[in-house]
């Protein structure tokens, strides 16, 4: 027989594979009539089982819940990068991350979950406060990004429009985020 928490943290689970926007541990506790810490703590053992459970700061997303995702290899020019981000969530597509592939270092990844105009402003600020640049740059620009959109005919229009900016170089489908071996930035 299944415990009160074992059954409130499959229901999370299944919660959270229907919403494709980050849901909040206060929107959870609301939902599940218990307490915010409760929902931490539930939060905590469900990572430990499906570490494609992230959290981000508007809330809890399971990566891949009802998307498809590729990985675009793209290369462009640092005031491209607004440009860029911009036609992929306008066309309704999720940056996920970003990646390059370092011929001494590996692969270096960094999460981004970009998938709206603010997203996009904001991402874009932090660059231009910032003394630090682009992932891509230490790759001549090559770089990576898995996307993630409702249906392959919009990861296919995304294509089509960064093939025609010159952004894109190729495209690859995408193996499960918690599959893949990485180093963290």
């Known amino acids: 027989m299944r415990g009160q928490g074992e059954e409130r943290r499959s229901k999370i689970l299944e919660f959270l594979s229907t919403n494709t926007s980050p849901v909040s541990g206060n929107q959870l506790a609301r939902k599940f009539n218990v307490s915010r810490q409760v929902i931490v703590t539930d939060i905590a053992l469900l990572r430990a089982i499906h570490p494609e459970l992230i959290s981000t700061t508007a809330g809890y997303v399971l990566n891949g819940a009802g998307t498809r ?7 462009h020019s640092d005031e491209q990068t607004e440009d860029e ?12 991350d970003v990646f390059v592939e370092h011929k001494v270092y590996g692969t270096i ?5 970009i998938s709206s105009k603010r997203d996009v402003q904001n991402f874009i600020n932090d660059l231009r406060t910032s003394v630090s640049t682009p992932l891509k740059n230490i790759t001549q620009g090559y770089h990576y990004h898995t996307i993630s959109a409702r249906s392959e005919a919009v ?6 429009e960064l093939k025609s900016r ?10 499960p985020v918690y599959q893949a071996k990485q180093y963290n930035a």
Not at 69 to 75: E, G, L, S, T, V
Not at 85 to 96: H, P
Not at 166 to 175: C, D, E, F, K, N
């Open 155 to 160: 990861l296919n229009e995304i294509e089509r």
């Open 85 to 96: 981000l911009t036609c992929i969530t306008d066309l309704g597509g999720t940056v996920l």
């Open 166 to 175: 010159g952004y894109l170089i190729q495209t690859q489908a995408a193996a």
């Open 109 to 113: 990844r960094a999460p981004l979950r």
């Open 69 to 75: 995702r590729r990985i675009f290899k793209m290369n």
